[in-house]
C-alpha cells in the first residue's frame, strides 16, 4: 500500500509523537478497539450520552491547552480556535445530546427501519482544522453507537498530543482511542478491516486510502475541497450592503486558517467595471481587521510555504499582484495578496490555493461566472454574494457543488441543520447533526407479520385469476383486487 499522509521529510516538520504506547500494536488496538464493540456496551443510550458528555468535559475543563496547542501549531488566535473548532464542537456535542437516538418507526407500525452502529470507525483527520475535525465526526460516531480509532494529523503535532493526552481521560479508553504518528501508521491502520473510513486531506492521499478500502470492501467517506468559488454581485446595492459583503469575502478567506481551509474562498468572480470598487474595499477592509498580524494564522510548515511562494514566483501570475505578497520565511507568514486576472492556465488558478492568496477573475456579465464555474471541478462550497433571485436560482440549479451559500462564506460549516460534504472531486458523505448519526449507521428494514390474512395468489398453482389479481395489486388497484379475488370481475 502507498502512503495514507506525507512523510516527515516531506513536509519538514519535526517527527511526529510516538503512534503508541511500551508494549502496544496497531494489531492490538485494532483488536481492542472490535472487542469493545462485539461486546455490546457502544449500543447502549447511556453508553453514548456518557461520551458525549465526557467529549464536552474536556472541551471544559482542556480549553486553555486546547488553545495553546492550536496555537502552536498554526498560529490561531484565540477567538478564531473558539469561533471555528472548540465552539462549533461544544454546539455539536450538545445538539447530539439534545436528540433521541432511537429507532426511527415508520408507519404501519409493524414495517420500521432500525438503526445500528456499523461497529468499528476510523477517522484520519486533517491539520488545518486539528481539533474541529477530529472531535466533529466523533460526536456521530459515538452518538451512533460506535466504536472509533482517531488519527490526528502529525503536521499538526502539538494538537496530536493534546488529544492524545486527554481523549482517553474523559472518554471510555476501550472504545475510542487515539492513535498518533506519521504515515507508517496510517500503512499499518489500512492493512485492518473497518467498518467505515472517514477521511479528510488531498486528493492524492484518498485515491491511497480508497485503494486499500477496497481490499476489504470497506465504506469510505471523503472530504477534500477543490477551488471554492465566490461569485460577487452586491456591488450595486448600497454602500452598507458592500461593506457587509466584503467583511464576509475578508473572513471567509483570510480569517480561515489563512486561507488555509477546504471551505475557504479561493478565487472571486466579479464584473470588469465593479473591479475598482471591490479592490478599495478589500484592501481597507484588510488593513482594518488584520492591522494586527496576531490576528491571522500563519502557515503551516516550510513546505506548504515554499509551495505558496512559487506560485507567486512566476512571473505571469507575480505581474498581477495588486496587493501584499511580502513574505516572512522565519515566521512562516504571508502577507493577504490580491492578484487580478492571474493567467487561467497558471498554477495558482488550477490548483487549490489553500493559502493567504486571492485572485479576482473578471467576467463581462456576472451570469458568465455560472459558465466559469461549470467548467472547473465540482468544489466543496459555491459563494455568491447577490440580491437576484433568478441568479441565485440559476447557481442553485446550473452548478454543482457539496453546498451553495448566498451572502455569506464559511459559516455553513457551524449549521447542524444542513450537512457538510463533498461531490465528485471535492469528495463525498456528510455529516453534521443528525446526517453524522446517519453516516456512521446503517438503517436496518425490519418487517413484521401477522398470520390472520394469507394472500393464496402469491403461490402456484397458477391461473388466470391469479396473475389479474397481482396485476390489481401491483397497480394500487385495491377495488379492482377485490372485484377479482370476489370473482366479479376478469
Not at 461520551?51 to 496547542?69: D, I, M, P, S, T
Not at 477546504?262 to 482594518?288: G, M, N, Q, W
Amino acid at each position: 500500500m502507498g502512503r495514507v499522509a506525507p512523510s516527515v521529510e516531506e513536509v519538514g516538520g519535526e517527527q511526529p509523537p510516538p503512534a503508541l504506547g511500551p508494549g502496544e500494536t496497531v494489531s492490538g488496538t485494532v483488536a481492542e478497539l472490535r472487542a469493545a464493540y462485539e461486546s455490546g456496551r457502544t449500543r447502549s443510550l447511556e453508553w453514548r450520552q456518557s461520551q458525549l458528555r465526557g467529549l464536552l468535559r474536556l472541551l471544559a475543563e482542556e480549553e486553555a491547552a486546547a488553545f495553546r496547542a492550536l496555537r502552536e501549531d498554526l498560529g490561531k488566535h484565540q477567538a478564531e480556535a473558539y469561533r471555528d473548532e472548540i465552539g462549533v464542537l461544544v454546539k455539536s456535542a450538545n445538539a447530539a445530546l439534545r436528540e433521541v437516538w432511537v429507532p426511527l418507526i415508520a408507519f404501519p407500525a409493524r414495517a420500521q427501519l432500525e438503526p445500528q452502529p456499523l461497529g468499528v470507525i476510523l477517522v484520519f483527520s486533517c491539520w488545518n482544522v486539528p481539533l474541529g475535525l477530529s472531535l466533529e465526526p466523533l460526536v456521530g460516531a459515538l452518538a451512533a453507537g460506535n466504536a472509533v480509532a482517531l488519527k490526528p494529523s502529525e503536521l499538526a503535532p502539538a494538537t496530536a498530543k493534546f488529544l492524545g493526552d486527554n481523549v482517553g481521560k474523559y472518554m471510555d479508553a476501550t472504545a475510542v482511542k487515539v492513535i498518533q504518528g506519521g504515515p507508517e501508521v496510517g500503512e499499518q491502520l489500512m492493512e485492518h478491516r473497518w467498518d467505515k473510513v472517514l477521511f479528510t486531506g488531498s486528493p492524492r492521499i484518498a485515491r491511497v486510502v480508497m485503494a486499500a478500502a477496497a481490499k476489504h470492501l470497506t465504506p469510505v467517506a471523503l472530504e477534500l475541497g477543490g477551488k471554492c468559488p465566490c461569485i460577487f454581485d452586491t456591488i450595486g446595492g448600497s454602500a452598507r450592503d458592500l461593506q457587509t459583503a466584503v467583511n464576509r469575502v475578508v473572513g471567509g478567506k483570510w480569517s480561515s486558517c489563512a486561507g488555509q481551509a477546504c471551505l475557504a474562498i479561493d478565487y472571486v468572480l466579479v464584473e470588469e467595471r465593479f473591479v475598482p470598487v471591490l479592490i478599495k474595499a478589500l484592501k481597507s477592509t484588510l488593513k482594518k481587521f488584520f492591522a494586527d498580524s496576531d490576528h491571522m494564522a500563519r502557515i503551516v510548515n516550510a513546505r506548504h510555504f515554499q509551495r505558496l511562494s512559487d506560485l507567486l514566483k512566476d512571473k505571469s501570475v507575480a505581474a498581477s499582484v495588486l496587493h501584499g505578497g511580502t513574505l516572512d520565511a522565519k515566521n512562516l507568514c504571508i502577507e493577504p495578496t490580491i492578484l487580478l486576472n492571474p493567467p487561467l492556465d497558471s498554477a495558482i488558478m488550477t490548483e487549490e490555493i489553500f493559502g493567504p492568496l486571492l485572485p479576482i477573475i473578471t467576467v463581462k456579465k456576472i451570469e458568465d461566472s455560472i459558465a466559469f464555474v461549470r467548467a472547473r471541478p465540482r468544489p466543496l462550497a459555491v459563494y455568491a454574494f447577490t440580491k437576484n433571485a433568478a441568479l441565485r436560482r440559476r447557481i442553485v440549479e446550473e452548478t454543482s457543488s457539496g453546498s451553495v451559500t448566498f451572502n455569506d462564506a464559511v459559516v455553513q460549516y457551524g449549521i447542524d441543520s444542513l450537512p457538510f460534504g463533498g461531490v465528485g472531486e471535492s469528495g463525498f458523505g456528510q455529516y453534521h447533526g443528525k446526517y453524522s448519526f446517519e453516516m456512521f449507521s446503517h438503517k436496518k428494514a425490519v418487517l413484521t407479520r401477522g398470520y390472520l390474512i394469507e394472500l393464496t395468489a402469491r403461490y402456484p398453482p397458477w391461473d388466470d385469476s391469479k396473475i389479474s389479481m397481482m396485476r390489481q395489486l401491483y397497480r394500487y388497484n385495491y377495488v379492482g383486487f377485490v372485484l377479482t379475488f370476489l370473482g366479479l370481475k376478469k
